[in-house]
């Protein structure tokens, strides 16, 4: 178990997930970004941040996701404001009113449970504290997952992500790198068949296109589901994994579900880079760690 890869994940994660969140604002310049100039802090961070501070507190804590826990966590401590999805809130809602969280969240979409992006979005620091463990990795982001997220996608997107911190955080460990394909497939490998699972091996086959290419095949988020978010950020981090910043504006340049693609790719990311270069490795800038709005203290 690895605290340090841990916290570095979550500051990848939350200054993705900050800044990403600046570019739903009219005025931000894409541009402008794209030339290391980004929009002046301080950057609120989203729903995806929250939640990913509730998991690695409780790993903190109990090194392990009790899901009866982890529920009650994530419901105390919603704040809407934060931009919840509406499905999200009425489930963490339910929870907290004392519905068993497993007939609250698959109550949703009409029993289906949910396939949207929110296991996939706060998983990446879960991955980074077990990495070099991907098998641990794997079954811990399904128990995360299925507190709010019931339907095989959801928990599939959730499983991809952690996987990519954990290898992500391994390869950093061993002082290697891994290629963009072994990196993907390292990934495939442990996912069950679905559409998500289809799409991130269409992703290993665009590796070397360009990032619009990539998105336009995959998905950007736009429907902020597992299946449309998930293969296109493995793509970028497979790409991209040793620098922080290239990686993060890529994804906002991009479009579509920005803050949630950057909180995916900068957790992955950051577990490879930490917040310090080095010889060929770009880690998070200073500048935007200090830009992010702060984590909270507990």
């Known amino acids: 178990m690895h605290k340090d890869l841990m916290l570095d994940s979550l500051d990848g994660l939350s200054?993705?997930?900050?800044?990403?969140?600046q570019f739903?604002?009219?005025?931000?310049?894409?541009?402008?970004?794209?030339?290391g100039k980004p929009p002046a802090g301080p950057w609120e961070w989203t729903d995806d941040t929250e939640m990913a501070c509730n998991l690695v507190?409780?790993?903190?804590?109990?090194?392990?996701?009790?899901?009866?826990?982890?529920?009650?966590?994530?419901?105390?401590?919603?704040?809407?404001?934060?931009g919840y999805g509406a499905?999200?809130?009425?489930?963490?809602?339910?929870?907290?009113?004392?519905?068993?969280?497993?007939?609250?969240?698959?109550?949703?979409?009409?029993?289906?449970?949910?396939?949207?992006n929110g296991a996939a979005m706060r998983v990446a620091p879960l991955g980074s504290y077990h990495a070099g463990d991907l098998d641990r990795a794997a079954a811990e982001a399904v128990r995360s997952a299925e507190v709010t997220h019931l339907h095989p996608e959801g928990i599939a997107g959730a499983v991809a992500v952690a996987l990519a911190a954990a290898q992500a955080?391994?390869?950093?460990?061993?002082?290697?790198?891994?290629?963009?394909?072994?990196?993907?497939?390292?990934?495939?490998?442990?996912?069950?068949?679905?559409?998500?699972?289809?799409?991130?091996?269409?992703?290993?086959?665009?590796?070397?296109?360009?990032?619009?290419?990539?998105?336009?095949?995959?998905?950007?988020?736009?429907?902020?589901?597992?299946?449309?978010?998930?293969?296109?950020?493995?793509?970028?981090?497979?790409?991209h994994l040793h620098d922080y910043p290239t990686a993060i504006t890529t994804c906002i340049a991009a479009g579509?579900?920005?803050?949630?693609?950057g909180a995916i790719v900068g957790g992955i990311v950051a577990a490879f880079t930490g917040s310090t270069d080095r010889p060929g490795v770009t880690g998070i800038p200073a500048?935007?760690?200090?830009?992010?709005?702060?984590?909270p203290g507990w």
Do not use: K
């Open 287 to 295: 500048a935007w760690l200090a830009a992010r709005e702060p984590l």
């Open 87 to 116: 499905g999200a809130v009425v489930t963490l809602h339910r929870i907290r009113d004392g519905v068993p969280w497993r007939e609250a969240a698959g109550a949703a979409f009409g029993g289906q449970g949910s396939c949207g």
């Open 169 to 239: 955080g391994a390869a950093r460990r061993a002082g290697t790198r891994p290629t963009p394909r072994e990196f993907i497939t390292a990934v495939l490998d442990r996912l069950d068949d679905g559409y998500t699972r289809r799409l991130v091996r269409r992703a290993r086959t665009l590796l070397g296109t360009s990032a619009e290419q990539a998105a336009y095949e995959l998905g950007n988020g736009s429907r902020v589901t597992a299946q449309d978010t998930v293969p296109f950020t493995l793509w970028v981090a497979a790409t």
């Open 15 to 21: 200054v993705g997930d900050a800044l990403g969140a």
């Open 57 to 82: 507190a409780d790993l903190r804590d109990h090194h392990t996701i009790d899901q009866h826990r982890l529920a009650a966590t994530f419901a105390d401590r919603c704040e809407p404001y934060r």
């Open 24 to 35: 739903f604002m009219v005025g931000r310049s894409i541009p402008d970004l794209l030339a």
């Open 256 to 261: 579509g579900d920005v803050d949630t693609t």
